[in-house]
């Protein structure tokens, strides 16, 4: 047999009950066995350590990345004046600007194991720089970061007069999804309409949708039923994606039961964005305040897609975020109470399994003979403590080549000798 380019020995994976040897060549996984009698150019050794796929970003907005501030800080804490910052600080985007941050949030996110991105860009500006400048760093980092651009339009797809040119603009230039935000159209009307539009655009252009839907606590905010019909009527399924859905949390529990029960009819992706939703809303209740994140637990428990997002890295709407996945996950077990034994590692799964699926990976995912050979040795024997310990990516390796590696942090303690019993 000859030699592989490869091997991992000894990593836990998900799906089986002793550790593995994993082999590569060409980029590919080329074979999977308890102890591998082969050699290979390189050889890493992974200590009974977990190996799963590459994490997955499903909501992540890189065109504001890092401009926490620029040009003053969200006091109120809202999405709304999150909007009236960013609306300042996009008259000042360049190409360079949007490039120059896009493609160091990525390498932080690759770093740390996350290797698939979907990423939302403002169109709601007249030159589409946000697109334009997340398109050039999609070809630009293509090699070691698959990034999917969602052209969404941040003020109202009726927001301005041109909106809708630029819509089809964007997805001309090649945007991989359609973006929407029905709740923060005037009306009721206009949101059904823009949504309306959003899917018949979708099949025009043949694109993935992700519309940012029911971001607000309304109770009364209730697009994602009609995102669920159209869904349905037009047999989109997995192609479709609901994002943030926050007021879902508010619905009384009898429309909510109705809302679960025709979602399950449905293959409709959600995404949760735990870590920006728990600061986001609630911000007009006094005690107690609502939590305002989507049903995460009762959609999983159903059966239904559900991934998780970081939403933001410092900017005008969530001032920290590190672009850990495993951050994610670990609020999603705080907020959504997915603290069971099983729930806790489903919250892994929703940021890496599930997110595949959101963003339509199909068979480019997943540690199985024949993939791209992209995976992340964690710090952490399994997918519990993976998320209770928020382990270190110690490798991350891309279609076969190692491409991060973070040494595993030992702490030493030196404890005080004991006193002397009197
Ligand atoms: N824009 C929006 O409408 N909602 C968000 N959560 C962010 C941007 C981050
Ligand atoms: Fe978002």
Known sequence: ????????????????????????????FAAIAPRLDATAREEIDCSDRLAIPPFVESHIHLDSADTAGEPRWN?????????????????????????????ATLKTQAAQGVLHVRSHADVSESSLIALKGLLAVREEVKDWMNLQVVAFPQDGLYGSPQQLELMEEALKLGADAIG???????TREDGVRSLQQIFDWAEQYDKLIDIHCDEIDDDQSRFLEVM??????RD?????????TTAF?????????????????????????????ITLQGRTDTYPKRRGVTRVKELWQQGNNVSLGHDCIR????????????????????????????????????VTHNGAKTLNLDDRYGIALGRPAS????????????????????YTLSHGRILACTPAARPKLFLPEPSPRL
């Open 375 to 394: 995976l992340v040795v964690l710090d952490a024997s399994d997918e519990f403590e993976a998320i209770r310990t928020q382990a270190a990516a110690l």
């Open 1 to 28: 047999m000859p030699p592989f380019d490869l091997i991992l020995r000894r990593a836990r994976l998900q799906d089986h009950s002793v550790p593995q040897d994993i082999a590569i060549a060409a980029g590919t």
């Open 236 to 244: 989109l399924g997995s192609r479709v994606t609901a994002s943030h």
């Open 315 to 350: 900017d005008p709407w969530y001032s920290l975020g590190t672009g850990n996945m495993l951050n994610v996950a670990h609020m999603a077990v705080h907020i959504c109470q997915m603290t069971g034994r099983e729930q806790v590692k489903a919250c892994l799964d929703m």
């Open 249 to 277: 949390h508010s619905y009384n529990n009898g429309y909510a039961q109705k809302l679960l029960g025709s979602i399950r009819r449905t293959q409709l992706n959600c995404v949760a964005n735990p870590l920006i939703n």
């Open 180 to 186: 929407g935000i029905p709740h923060y159209e005037l």
């Open 228 to 233: 669920v019909a159209q869904t349905l009527r």
């Open 75 to 103: 006091e109120s804490g809202t999405l709304f004046e999150g909007i009236e910052i960013w609306r300042d600080r996009k008259q000042k985007l360049s190409i360079e600007d949007v490039e120059q941050r896009a493609i």
